[in-house]
């Protein structure tokens, strides 16, 4: 199994920046894909970053310039740098991952507010 805890979340202002962290346990070596996700209430679920076991990142098109995902592996860590804000990336925000043998794992979620 594989175990997600998002942490990092908060209020900012427009302009600002936040780092979110996943914190990952369990059988990291089976993963082959960590993502962050995020969701506003009453729409889909959607793909922010992917980190692929290969290391290659890629980003939403709403989002590329100002998000970078990278990994911590001395930490067991996913990182989600967040830069220059806006009030569009207000959302829960999930930690993502899919093992070897096809299951996913997900965070519970944490909040990121930015107010304009």
């Known amino acids: 199994q594989v175990q997600l805890v998002e942490s990092g979340g908060g209020l900012v202002q427009a302009g600002e920046s936040l780092t979110l962290t996943c914190a990952i346990s369990?059988?990291?070596?089976?993963?082959?894909?960590r993502d962050w996700y995020r969701q506003e209430p009453g729409k889909q679920r959607d793909l922010v970053a992917r980190l692929i076991h290969s290391g290659k990142a890629t980003y939403a098109d709403s989002v590329q310039g100002r998000f970078t995902i990278s990994r911590d592996n001395a930490k067991s860590t996913v990182n989600l740098q967040m830069d220059s804000l806006q009030p569009e990336d207000t959302a829960v925000y999930y930690c993502?991952?899919?093992?070897?043998?096809?299951?996913?794992?997900w965070g519970q979620g944490t909040q990121v507010t930015v107010s304009s």
């Open positions: 993502h991952a899919r093992d070897n043998m096809g299951v996913d794992y």
């Open positions: 369990g059988r990291i070596a089976s993963l082959v894909l």
